[in-house]
């Protein structure tokens, strides 16, 4: 939500969601179709049909296919992972597009101030934060039907480190879940 808000996300845009099978992915391909985007999730094979029935109106494999090599351009792209090609996105937004990534990596926060300050171009990182408006909405939007959670796994609490294995690995669909027991003793 704090990424798609900073773009200034509006209905009938053309918006690339580069991660869209994992927890922010997931999220954002829904929030961007609530706003009313045209939306391109790009993920991997196996998360093709999960990513359209989010509500994806077109759905990109990455393993078969680059993006930013096919001469389409958007209005927003979000860079929900951090393992798009930089240079390549920049590319592949429209003159006035908006580049949003979750990623703070300081390397590619100087490229970012060097492409704003050298092109119409507004690009957005670092970490988000929460407000209060914004989580009203999301518990609106979650009641109505409208977005879900995707959840890939269930760990117990004793299970932290090979629920954090797991995630690490680079190919969950959607979120993992520490589940605590709470026991009346």
């Known amino acids: ?29 829904q929030l961007a ?25 077109r759905v990109i494999d990455y393993t078969k296919e680059d993006f930013t090599k096919s001469g389409e351009t958007y209005d927003i792209i979000f860079d929900t992972v951090g393992k798009s090609s930089f240079s390549g996105c920049i590319r592949s937004l429209k003159k006035e597009g908006i580049y949003l990534t979750t990623v703070a990596a300081p390397a590619l926060g100087v490229r970012m101030r060097w492409a704003s300050m050298t092109s ?38 004793e299970q932290t480190a090979e629920a954090h294995r797991y995630v690490d690995r680079g190919h969950k669909k959607g979120n993992v879940v520490i589940t605590v027991d709470h026991k009346n003793n």
């Open 33 to 57: 179709e609530c706003f009313g985007a045209e939306v391109v999730g790009v993920c991997s094979t196996d998360n093709l049909e999960m990513v359209g029935s989010l509500g994806a109106d």
């Open 120 to 157: 119409s171009k507004k690009l957005i990182g670092g970490i988000a934060s929460v407000k209060a408006e914004d989580l009203v909405f999301l518990k609106e939007l979650i009641e109505a039907g409208k977005i879900k959670s995707v959840i890939d796994r269930r760990y117990p609490l």
């Open 1 to 29: 939500m704090h990424f798609l808000r900073r773009g200034n996300i509006q209905a009938g845009q053309e918006v690339l969601i580069y991660g869209a099978s994992g927890s922010v992915g997931t999220f954002a391909v």
